[in-house]
């Protein structure tokens, strides 16, 4: 008879997230999972596969919430402006509150695995096609109602600001300075005037 598993795989994936997060991938040992996550060697392997699939499980698992949570913000505010000036307070609150400074697990993952991971050049690929598009999407919604000047570039525009979001998540990580933070945002965002 298969024995039953003693613990609850949704939030041993969620330690392990914070895990990798706080340590990156290569830092981040067997024992380490092992000793945090309070399972056995055995169990990380049976249901996860090991660290790498475990790594990739917890990976994605940020870039659907953290995905989630830049969508609501953005389509929470009926101004474009507005979505994106709440989009980078609500980075700059979470930089200040983060003791860890682990920033972004996105953008630490890229700058730990790539070039070297193509498994993981690939995800990230996605991931910024995704945001891109979604940033995108912002934009045109303010050129197409009006808030937004038409001879801007949606695409230009929407590629700019995913670029300097995810710079800002690294300068954050290491200034937590909220009013040059702020005035960081205040002057990126002069782009949609």
């Known amino acids: ?7 609850n795989e949704e939030e041993v994936l969620k330690k392990a997230m914070e895990l990798f997060w706080e340590k990156g991938f ?3 040992s067997i024992q380490d999972l092992v000793s945090n996550l309070g399972i056995n060697r055995a169990s990380l392997y ?3 596969g090991g660290k790498e699939a475990l790594f990739n499980r917890a990976f994605q698992e940020y870039r659907n919430s953290s995905g989630d949570a ?7 505010e ?3 402006r507005k979505g ?3 989009l980078f307070g609500y980075a700059i609150e979470e930089a200040i509150q983060d003791d860890a400074r682990k920033g972004c697990f996105v953008v630490n993952t890229a700058t730990e695995l790539i070039p070297n991971d193509g498994t993981m050049q ?3 690929q996605d991931h910024m096609d995704n945001m891109e598009e979604l940033f995108t999407g912002h934009i045109q919604k303010g050129i197409d109602n009006g808030e937004i000047d038409a001879s801007k570039n949606a695409k230009d525009i929407g590629l700019l600001l995913f670029t300097f979001y995810s710079g800002f998540r690294v300068v954050s990580k290491i200034d937590t300075d909220a009013e040059k933070l702020h005035h960081l945002v205040k002057t990126t965002l002069s782009i949609l005037d």
């Open 122 to 124: 690939a995800t990230l």
């Open 84 to 86: 994106f000036h709440k």
């Open 46 to 48: 049976d249901t996860f």
């Open 78 to 80: 009926t101004s474009v």
């Open 70 to 76: 830049v969508k609501g913000i953005l389509a929470g």
């Open 26 to 28: 290569h830092a981040t």
């Open 1 to 7: 008879m298969p024995r039953t598993k003693q613990f």
